[in-house]
């Protein structure tokens, strides 16, 4: 498999949570205080069983009450999607200017670790351009378990997130065609990471 049908099936991987806070104070009604007044005493000279309700009982009125904070959820934000169609529009742009090579610092480490970065670093500059290439990302899922399989070899990302996109490149006839699939990319500290397959693992015969 050349290096320009590897890009055009690149595996990809992400994960990314964010946490929500939500609050509603409850107001409390404070009319029907049971307030008696002077003109409702009965006409008498005794002295009242009790002295007249005349304040509203706010010692006993219930404090207002918030909800509690929020879990952070496992569900993609959309500043989440917004991070991942920004990184397809950059891989993109390099594929078709034969550019990759500059995207290898965004490799995640399960590449790095089965391939070494000097290798990936290579293989993505020999790559012949794909001017055809294109990526239109249509949603994103996860983050979940995915399998890392390359070259025989499997590493398990724990936190993958699931990028259904049409993806258009050429085949291995040389016919541009447009195909769904499901990518995976990987958000590690607000950046997006991605993982190819670099040629011949390290420590390979």
């Known amino acids: 498999m050349d290096g320009r049908q590897r890009l055009g099936a690149v595996l990809l991987v992400a994960g990314i949570g964010c946490a929500a ?47 509690p904070t929020a879990e952070p959820t496992v569900e993609p934000t959309t500043d989440t999607l917004g991070l991942v169609r920004a990184f397809f529009a950059t891989l993109q742009a390099a594929i078709r200017a034969g550019t990759q090579a500059d995207l290898v610092d965004s490799l995640g480490d399960a590449t790095i670790e089965r391939y070494g970065r000097d290798a990936c670093a290579t293989n993505l500059a020999a790559t012949d351009p794909v001017p055809s290439q294109a990526f239109e990302v249509l949603g994103i899922s996860g983050p979940g378990r995915w399998d890392y399989t390359t070259d025989g070899l499997t590493t398990t990302v724990p936190d993958a997130i699931t990028v259904e996109a049409d993806v258009t490149a050429p085949d ?14 990987q958000v590690v500290d607000g950046e997006v990471r991605w993982f190819t397959d670099c040629g011949t693992p390290l420590g390979a015969p």
Request: avoid cysteine; proline fraction near 13%.
């Open 21 to 67: 806070v939500g609050g509603v104070g409850l107001a409390t009604d404070r009319s029907g205080s049971g307030t008696a007044s002077a003109t409702q005493a009965p006409a008498s000279t005794a002295p009242p069983a009790a002295p007249p309700v005349s304040t509203p009982a706010t010692a006993t009125d219930p404090a207002p009450t918030f909800g």
């Open 172 to 185: 291995a006839t040389g016919t541009v065609a447009t195909t769904r699939r499901d990518l995976h990319v």
